[in-house]
């Protein structure tokens, strides 16, 4: 589940850290990694959005995989969530997450996407008996999840809270 999330996120409707955090959440189970950059700090923004560029990262490791097929393939969801705050001084705060990134495969959606990178790796036109024995470790994996338990530093600017810490480490 390679979703880590070194972030500063940013005022979320609420407006305050708790809401913040849970906003971001909410939109990476929409699968809105394009609008997560402006819940992240000034000091962090540049480097957060590079890492949730799904696209280039997968254009990166997968050269003509579309990134689109593969996010549609996939469901993200966190459960058992818990967002509290800490504490908070001035422009600072902490905050502790706690609860489980979770991601499922479609395997049907994904299988011709997991065929073309077996492809580009060149083990050439695999059949689906082959996919099978690829796919399946690759779901259970992904099922698995990530647990979440850390405390997030957060910074208000501009009068809105922003994540500048690790919401997921790894």
Same mark, same amino acid.
């Given at each position: ?19 913040? /955090?849970? !906003? $971001?959440? =909410? ?9 997560? #950059?402006? +819940? ?42 818990? /967002?509290? !705050? $800490?504490? =908070? ?9 706690? #609860?489980? +990134? ?69």
């Amino acid at each position: 589940t390679g979703l880590v999330l070194s972030a500063c996120g940013g005022g979320g409707a609420g407006g305050d850290p708790v809401s913040t /955090v849970q !906003e $971001v959440f =909410r939109r990476m189970e929409a699968k809105q990694f394009n609008n997560l #950059g402006e +819940l992240v700090c000034a000091d962090k923004k540049d480097e957060f959005t590079q890492q949730m560029d799904f696209s280039a990262s997968m254009s990166t490791a997968f050269p003509g995989i579309d990134a689109q097929q593969v996010l549609d393939a996939l469901s993200i969801k966190v459960s058992n969530l818990s /967002v509290t !705050e $800490v504490s =908070r001084s001035g422009n600072e705060a902490v905050v502790h997450v706690k #609860g489980t +990134l979770g991601i499922s495969i479609d395997p049907e959606k994904f299988k011709p996407i997991l065929k073309e990178m077996l492809k580009a790796q060149g083990l050439g036109d695999v059949d689906d008996a082959t996919l099978d024995q690829f796919i399946d470790p690759i779901v259970e994996q992904a099922e698995q999840g990530t647990d979440i338990d850390n405390d997030v530093t957060m910074t208000n600017e501009g009068g809105k809270w922003l994540i500048c810490g690790d919401l997921v480490t790894p």
